[in-house]
């Protein structure tokens, strides 16, 4: 095979849970989760006396302005109720983020929620399941 087919066919592919090998061990966070990290390391720069860089200003805003929910017990709820389908951690995160409000809605943004199998083993990610569970976060979703 070519170099350059090769480098194709490991290619990062968000459809197929192709994400590379950065995802590999790390863990996959919802926008509020990285907020609340952000806050934390925020709270312990000041408490040193230190200023934080402008990429950590400009990317706790952004993160502080797209998060959907604002305390740690509705994310572990929302995480926890997502964990519960047959979805990848990626998946989790996407939906959590982009809060779709039922399963069609969710396909269409989640190319890889219409894949059967997930690590080798079958999937049936049940629809009414999934919109019911949805509709639930979507009524957690906090806004200033």
């Known amino acids: 095979m070519p170099a350059a087919a090769a480098a194709q066919s490991t290619e990062a592919d968000a459809a197929t849970l192709t994400l ?16 609340l990290i952000l806050e934390h390391k925020l709270q312990a720069s000041n408490a040193k006396g230190q200023t934080p ?5 400009k990317a706790f805003e952004y993160v502080n302005r797209v998060k959907q929910f604002r305390t740690k017990e509705v994310m572990a709820r929302v995480r926890t109720e997502l964990e519960k389908q047959p979805i990848a951690e990626f998946e989790v995160a996407q939906l959590g983020n982009l809060c779709p409000e039922d399963a069609d809605e969710a396909k269409a943004l989640i190319a890889s929620l219409a894949l059967p199998t997930l690590e080798g083993m079958a999937r049936d990610i049940d629809s009414a399941q999934l919109t019911e569970v949805l509709q639930g976060i979507c009524d957690c979703r906090q806004f200033d």
């Open 53 to 57: 860089g402008t990429n950590f200003v």
């Open 20 to 35: 590379g090998e950065d995802f590999q061990d790390g863990r996959c966070l919802l926008n509020s989760e990285v907020a």
